[in-house]
């Protein structure tokens, strides 16, 4: 399974890092969180799907994407459940996330009308009443980079700079 | 965020992402661009095979193709399959100009580019034509020999063709003439 995400800046990773210990008697905390726009679970072996989606996104220009409040999927589609998570507000995302699905086919469950874009920061059970007002990072930012992950292995493979296309 | 910025944001991504997914279906179209400069490039070297080199040689040419019509289809010896031949050719160069599209990268149209790209696509298209086409699917082997020699003989002539073919068919796709 590989995946198209937004770059989460240092300061709201630093953030997440910083809320996540806290948030009391989960039993996996994320160690590296990410904002996926779309999943592929089709293995991309001579990076046409790579080629095609930067073909996709070649004038697409850097978008705004705002931190949301601290939620909860009782039950995940995939993995331990329940997932804690911090919602995300985009419409870039969910355009972007939209084209690529009527191009690309959606992954069941988690994909075109049930996407919300999100950053999982805790799975497995643990404490509830979290306060999110700790959180000290930027409620927004400017999404600049797009990165293309490799699930499996935990890593960037690629990127797509939308600056570029200003 | 207000809302005359969200929606405007909205706009913009949305009018971008149209012109990728024209962007995009031009790059899907280069598979059939690819398998138009296939046409053009193997008619090259088939009318330049047939009326030239071999002609040169023994008045009688006899193209790869020919041999396979002979030995898989007709009955007959392969000098009689020069037009089923210079079909067969066709269609196999157009094959090959399609996955040449879809391998090729993206490069700017440059004739170093042309040249380059070219002889490399050539060169594998001719390295796979003479190991498995002419090796185990035909059961015929060249030698380097030049001189006196049709090109199914000579592998030289047979890379100089196959060379030809890449340069043809990489100039028309970095052109974008088709």
Request: proline content about 3%; hydrophobic content about 45%.
């Amino acid at each position: 399974m590989w995946s198209l995400n937004v770059s989460i800046p240092q300061g709201i990773v630093r953030a997440i890092e910083e809320i996540a210990p806290v948030s009391g008697g989960w039993e996996e905390i994320v160690e590296e969180p990410t904002l996926v726009i779309k999943r592929f679970e089709k293995e991309d072996l001579d990076g046409h799907i790579e080629s095609e989606i930067k073909f996709l996104l070649e004038n697409v220009e850097p978008f705004t994407v705002e931190i949301g409040n601290l939620e909860m999927f009782e039950v995940a589609d995939r993995g331990t459940s329940p997932v804690l998570y911090i919602e995300v507000k985009s419409i870039g995302m969910k355009l972007i996330h939209e084209t690529l699905v009527s191009v690309f086919g959606c992954v069941k469950g988690v994909e075109g009308e049930n996407y919300i874009p999100h950053i999982t920061i805790a799975r497995g059970s643990g404490v509830k009443n979290i306060d999110f007002s700790d959180f000290s990072g930027p409620t927004w930012w400017t999404a600049k980079t797009l990165e293309f992950w490799d699930g499996d292995k935990r890593k960037k493979k690629n990127q797509v700079m939308l600056d570029k296309n200003k | 965020m207000g809302l005359d910025k969200e929606s405007n944001e909205c706009g913009n991504i949305n009018k971008n992402l149209e012109k990728g997914r024209k962007k995009r279906i031009s790059y899907m179209s280069t598979v059939v661009g690819g398998m138009i400069a296939g046409i053009v490039g193997a008619s090259a070297i088939t009318l330049l095979i047939v009326s030239v080199m071999d002609k040169r040689v023994g008045n009688k040419s006899i193209l790869p193709a020919s041999i396979f019509v002979s030995k898989y289809i007709g009955t007959g010896e392969a000098d009689e399959y020069l037009n089923q031949g210079i079909l067969l050719s066709i269609i196999y160069g157009s094959l090959m100009g399609g996955i040449v599209a879809t391998i090729l990268p993206i490069i700017s149209m440059t004739i170093v580019n042309v040249l380059v790209w070219g002889v490399l696509v050539g060169l594998i298209v001719g390295i796979i034509g003479d190991k498995i086409g002419m090796e185990i699917v035909l059961g015929m082997k060249m030698d380097w020999v030049w001189e006196g020699k049709l090109v199914i003989q000579s592998r030289i002539k047979f890379m100089v063709v196959n060379i030809i073919y890449g340069i043809i068919v990489t100039g028309i796709l970095i052109y974008e003439i088709v």
